[in-house]
């Protein structure tokens, strides 16, 4: 899960050009409306891993315990310079609750 929009449409054109039976992977976005503080209600039920714990400190200033094999905690990730989340069985929750609407496009 992302909040860069810059992040999707990469991830989009980058299979659309690759074509075959990868080009129709990213053809469906949802957005989400959120409740106001979901994304430090992420950082703080999160965990990162190796080296990503470093560059999250060094670009956003946050402070994670590392993940490991947990599924209880949102794996708060970097991925091209932006902050992601991935939400694990434990704890889908802490986004879930938080839905206020979404709407789903295609690309």
Known sequence: MTQE???????AERF?????????KYTHLVRYEMEPGTRDALI?????SGDNIAAIRES????????????????????RGGLNFGLREGSAHVFNSNILRMKHELL
């Open 44 to 48: 703080a039920a999160g965990r990162g």
């Open 16 to 24: 659309a050009r690759r074509g075959g039976r990868n080009a129709q």
């Open 60 to 79: 956003f200033g946050i402070h994670l315990d590392e993940i490991g094999e947990s599924t209880q905690f949102v794996h708060v990730k970097l991925e």
């Open 5 to 11: 929009s810059d992040y999707v449409t990469g991830i």
